[in-house]
């Protein structure tokens, strides 16, 4: 068991570095002075005498969401018993996260000089957390949907009640009289009179009227695919562009599931919190549209509460022949979710030919390397990174060599090895460029060697070979993620937009 201070640190590491909350938690004291109507749902413990509240009071979780949203934020924000109320800091990470996304030069980003950032938040819920945080953060414009009356009458108030950024927020009703069900659904007999069968991208869809047969729901239910209002396709006008979509989706398939954590009360009715099939079938949805709507997004993005579902809809997203994927993982007290990011925008940082991933010797060199820096530091580099993972690794000094034999698991967890810079946070330890993303991990070990060559001063040449003829796709990205690594180590940041060796060979 971790210790508590230990915990606490863990939580720390786990926010955003740009998260207000990341070095000072919010003060239950010093709100409590302020806000006389916080003060009642603070008390103080007997163990530590620090401030506290009781998370299972669902009016404390919401005084509290509102003095933090009015006194960190200036936004005046309130919901009506029972919906689901979030938590500040940990719905400030997903924006953060996104905002790393945006600004990464993975994809291009094709707006004009001055445009604000536009975003789509799937299910806004009555809080419209997202994008009240978004707008008032960052400046960002929002198309907000939901699906419930109460949910678009509340979102539609928390706007218009903070007029300072009202005008970048639009809630868009979904039309709740459509059902999405799968074709397959419907190729078992089930289907109804006056349908539309629509495209929507490699999962053909069908939208229905109202009231779903009752034998079609209970085939939905039992396939566990999504069955219910359309999500993306269908609510995106025709033209429209944005850089993102978010959603926190409804993670559960019954409400028994919802409420199993009983140390909190953040409220949350049943057409927030469940869906059939639960968030697997919520989002493998979103996938499909966004096959069907590809560029309109440059991003699309969930959260994820299952990490089993997570490697679910990565395996989806292979393929339906995304060009990157990115994961992360959010943590905020006892909660872990998991963020889920791909596109389908050719990747601008790492073009990379097929061939390349069919070789078994590939190279990069590292240059500008500081002088305090020789070809064993490099080599031991190269042995830390390829072997924390547990990977066998035997090094030769003599010949600056490394041989390493990894599993399938060892390399699945060198590739998801954190490489800081990816972002400006260490909070992205996935990504993929799916479009050449080999998914030829083969059961057997991977042997590969590395060796370390001395050129001119402050130049090294990397090479690596691999001893087998299969699972050179794997090779290719664990060489490619080394050469980040390294240059990041190493090197002395570059001044011009020069491409990477490996890069330059391919
Ligand atoms: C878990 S809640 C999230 C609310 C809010 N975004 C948050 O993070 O607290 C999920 C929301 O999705 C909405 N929803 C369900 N199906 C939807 C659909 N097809 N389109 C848009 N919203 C939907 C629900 O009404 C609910 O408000």
Redo the contacts with the bound molecule.
């Keep these: 068991m971790p210790s508590k201070k230990r915990k606490r640190v863990q939580e720390r590491a786990a926010i955003h570095p740009r998260n207000k909350y990341s070095e000072n938690p919010p003060d239950f004291g010093a709100l409590a002075s302020i806000y006389p109507s916080f003060k009642p749902y603070v008390f103080y413990s007997s163990r530590d005498g620090r401030p506290r509240i009781d998370w299972t009071d669902y009016n404390a979780t919401r005084e509290l969401t509102r003095v933090l949203l009015l006194h960190d934020h200036g936004l005046n924000w309130w919901i009506p018993d029972g919906q689901?109320?979030?938590t500040v800091p940990n719905?400030s990470n997903y924006i953060h996260w996104i905002e790393d996304l945006l600004s990464s030069d993975i994809i291009p980003d094709c707006r004009a000089d001055g445009d604000a950032v536009k975003g789509f938040?799937?299910?806004?819920?009555?809080?419209?957390?997202?994008p009240l945080l978004g707008a008032s953060l960052l400046g960002w414009r929002f198309v907000a949907?939901?699906?419930?009356d109460v949910?678009l009458e509340w979102a539609e108030r928390n706007v218009t009640s903070n007029p300072h950024i009202s005008e970048l927020i639009e809630i868009r009703k979904?039309d709740n009289a459509k059902t999405i069900v799968e074709e397959k659904d419907l190729h078992s007999g089930l289907g109804r009179d006056n349908e539309s069968i629509e495209d929507l991208g490699n999962t053909r869809a069908v939208m229905i009227g109202p009231e779903p047969s009752s034998s079609l729901e209970l085939q939905s239910m039992v396939e566990k695919n999504y069955h219910?209002?359309?999500?993306l396709a269908g609510?995106v006008k025709d033209e429209e562009k944005f850089d993102f979509c978010m959603?926190?989706?409804?993670?559960f398939e019954t409400m028994e599931e919802a409420g199993l954590n009983p140390k909190t009360a953040c409220g949350?009715t049943a057409?927030?919190?469940v869906?059939p099939g639960g968030e697997k079938a919520?989002i493998t949805r979103i996938v499909e549209d966004s096959v069907q709507l590809k560029q309109s997004f440059r991003w699309y993005t969930s959260?994820i509460g299952r990490k089993s579902n997570l490697k679910i809809l990565i395996s989806r997203l292979r393929e339906v022949g995304v060009t990157v994927v990115k994961t992360t993982e959010f943590v905020q007290g006892q909660t872990c979710r998991w963020g889920l990011a791909w596109s389908f925008v050719p990747p601008s940082r790492k073009i990379v030919s097929s061939s390349a991933t069919e070789k078994n010797n590939l190279s990069f060199m590292l240059e500008g390397i500081q002088r305090q820096y020789s070809a064993i530091h490099v080599l031991q580099s190269v042995e830390s990174f390829l072997c924390s993972c547990g990977a066998s690794c035997k090094i030769d000094s003599t010949s600056f060599k490394i041989d390493v034999i990894a599993s399938k698991d060892q390399c699945e967890s060198i590739l998801n090895t954190e490489t800081q810079n990816i972002f400006a946070t260490p909070s992205c330890p996935y990504e993929l460029g799916m479009s050449n993303g080999p998914n030829d991990l083969q059961s057997s070990d991977l042997h590969l060697s590395i060796s370390v060559f001395q050129q001119i001063p402050g130049t090294l040449l990397v090479k690596g070979f691999l001893h087998q003829k299969e699972s050179t796709g794997v090779f290719f990205l664990i060489f490619q993620k080394l050469e980040e690594f390294l240059k990041q180590k190493f090197c002395r940041p570059k001044t011009s937009a020069e491409p990477s060796c490996t890069e330059r060979k391919r």
């Design positions: 689901l109320c979030p719905r938040d799937i299910g806004t819920g009555a809080n419209c957390i997202y949907s939901d699906v419930t949910a979904v219910g209002p359309p999500i609510v959603c926190n989706p409804p993670f949350g057409q927030e919190m869906c919520f959260m």
